[in-house]
C-alpha cells in the first residue's frame, strides 16, 4: 500500500532516556533517593546528548526521514524562571543536523520528567506546573520556532497520571504516595495536564505559528466484552483516555502510542473501582514481552481506529514497538503492527500522517533501568558503540518503499 510522499517514517527518543547525565530533573533525584522503586540510575545512559549527529546519521542511513526527540525541560530551566542559552543552542544544533540530512523532526516538549524545583512543589498536583509548562513552551518555540515543524507538548499525561500519581512511579507521585491516596492525586492532575497541554498549545502557536501541534496519548487496545458505547462509560477507561482525549479539540494530530492489549474490566457497578486497566493483566497463556505484558502487534491499529473514529484527527503513530532482547521477535512485531496500520488506513479511512518506531536506540527505560531492550540500534553502555540490528534494515525497508504491507 503507497504512501504519500510526505508520509513521516521515524524512531522516537525521550530526552531523559537517552540523553544521559540530567542531574537537574527529578528522575536524577528519584534515581537516587532512598527506598525509590528504581532498578538502577540512568546514568550517562546513551550518551545521545554528545552523540545525536551520529544518531540522526544512522537514522537517515536506515531510509528514515522523520526523528522524534525530547527537550529536556530541566536542562532549558534548571532554577525557576532561569533559562540555560546553552541549552537551547544546544537543541537548536539537533534541529539543524536534521535539517542538514533530510530529517523532519518531531519535538517532545516533556517526556514523564520535569525540573526537579517544579517536582519539589508537588508536580502537577501544583496547578502552577501548567502556567510554567506553557511559559517554557513559549520559550522554545520564540527561541528555535523557525526550525520547528512538529511539537508534541506532553508524552502521554495519561500515563503520568494512573501510574506516575496514582501508583507512585514518577518522583512528584511518589513523594505524594506518603501522604496522598493514589486516586485523589491521579482525578488532582488531570486537569491541571489538561490545562498545560492547550495553553502550551497557544503559547507555541503565538510564537511560531507554522508550528503543527498534538498532544502524545498511551493509548492501547482494549479487550472488552460488550459494546464500545458501554466501553466508553467504563471508569477505567475514561481514566485512562477519555478525559485526556478530549483535549485534543484543536489540535492539528493526535500521537497514538500503543503496545499491546489490556482488559477493561466489566464495569462493577461501583464508580470507585479503577477495573482492569491500571495495569497490564496478561490474559491466561498469551505470549509476554520484557515487560511482561503481552506480545500483540495488533494493538496500534486498533487503537488507531478508535482515536479516528473518536477524533476525527490526523493521526499519527508516535510510539510503537516491543520490549525484546531477540531481534527476530522485534521484526515480527514490525511487520504485524504495520500490517494492522495498513488494515485501519484501507478499512476505516484513517487518516494517518507518520509512523515512529519506538525506539531508535536501547535505552533507560523508567524503573526498569537497562533492562528491556526496545531499539532498532544497540549501544554499549561502556564504549557508546552503536551496533545497527537486522530489525532496523527491515523497517527501514518500507520506509524506502514508502509503503504499509
Ligand atoms: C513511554 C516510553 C517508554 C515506552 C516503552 C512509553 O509509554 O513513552 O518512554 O520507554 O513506553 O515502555
Known amino acids: 500500500m503507497q504512501l504519500n510522499k510526505d508520509f513521516l517514517w521515524g524512531a522516537a527518543t525521550a530526552a531523559y532516556q537517552v540523553e544521559g547525565g540530567n542531574v537537574a530533573s527529578d528522575w536524577w533525584t528519584f534515581e537516587h533517593a532512598e527506598g525509590a522503586p528504581m532498578a538502577e540510575p540512568s546514568g550517562d545512559s546513551t550518551d545521545h546528548y554528545h552523540r545525536y549527529r551520529e544518531d540522526i546519521i544512522l537514522l537517515a542511513g536506515l531510509g528514515l526521514n522523520a526523528f522524534r526527540f525530547g527537550i529536556e525541560w530541566s536542562r532549558i530551566e534548571p532554577f525557576p524562571g532561569q533559562i540555560s542559552y546553552a541549552a537551547i543552542d544546544h537543541y537548536r544544533r539537533v534541529l539543524a543536523t536534521c535539517e542538514e540530512f533530510g530529517v523532519t523532526p518531531l519535538v517532545t516538549m516533556m517526556h514523564h520528567t520535569v525540573p526537579l524545583w517544579l517536582a519539589e512543589r508537588g508536580g502537577f498536583l501544583w496547578p502552577e506546573a501548567a502556567d510554567r509548562f506553557a511559559a517554557y513552551c513559549g520559550l522554545v518555540a520564540t527561541e528555535l520556532g523557525d526550525k520547528l515543524r512538529y511539537v508534541m507538548t506532553i508524552n502521554q499525561p495519561n500515563l503520568d497520571a494512573n501510574l506516575g500519581y496514582r501508583r ?75 478525559n485526556y482525549l478530549e483535549c485534543t479539540q484543536g489540535d492539528d494530530w493526535v500521537g497514538v502510542q500503543g503496545y499491546t492489549h489490556k482488559v477493561a474490566a466489566a464495569p462493577s457497578g461501583d464508580p470507585n473501582d479503577p477495573g482492569g486497566a491500571h495495569g497490564h493483566p496478561a490474559p491466561e497463556g498469551e505470549r509476554l514481552t520484557q515487560m511482561k505484558y503481552p506480545f500483540y502487534p495488533a494493538a496500534i491499529g486498533e487503537a488507531a481506529r478508535r482515536v479516528h473514529r473518536l477524533t476525527g484527527l490526523p493521526i499519527m503513530i508516535t510510539e510503537n514497538g516491543v520490549g525484546s532482547d531477540d531481534d527476530t521477535e522485534r521484526v515480527e512485531y514490525i511487520q504485524g503492527a504495520l500490517e494492522s496500520l495498513g488494515a485501519a488506513v484501507r478499512e476505516d479511512g484513517v487518516d494517518l500522517r507518520g509512523y515512529f518506531h519506538w525506539s531508535l536506540l536501547d535505552n533507560f527505560e523508567w524503573n526498569s533501568g537497562f533492562a528491556r531492550q526496545f531499539g532498532l540500534i544497540a549501544v554499549d553502555r561502556r564504549t557508546f558503540k552503536r551496533t545497527i540490528k537486522p530489525s532496523a534494515t527491515f523497517y527501514g525497508g518500507f520506509a524506502l518503499r514508502n509503503e504499509l504491507p
Open 168 to 242: 507512585g512511579r514518577t518522583y512528584p507521585g511518589w513523594i505524594a504516595s506518603k501522604t496522598m491516596d493514589g486516586e485523589a492525586a491521579a482525578a488532582a492532575v488531570e486537569p491541571t495536564f489538561r490545562r498545560a497541554h492547550s495553553e502550551g498549545r497557544a503559547a507555541i502557536k503565538a510564537a511560531a505559528p507554522h508550528v503543527k501541534v498534538g498532544l502524545g496519548l498511551a493509548l492501547d487496545a482494549w479487550i472488552f466484552d460488550g459494546p464500545e458505547d458501554e466501553l466508553r462509560k467504563h471508569k477505567a477507561v475514561t481514566d485512562w483516555e477519555g
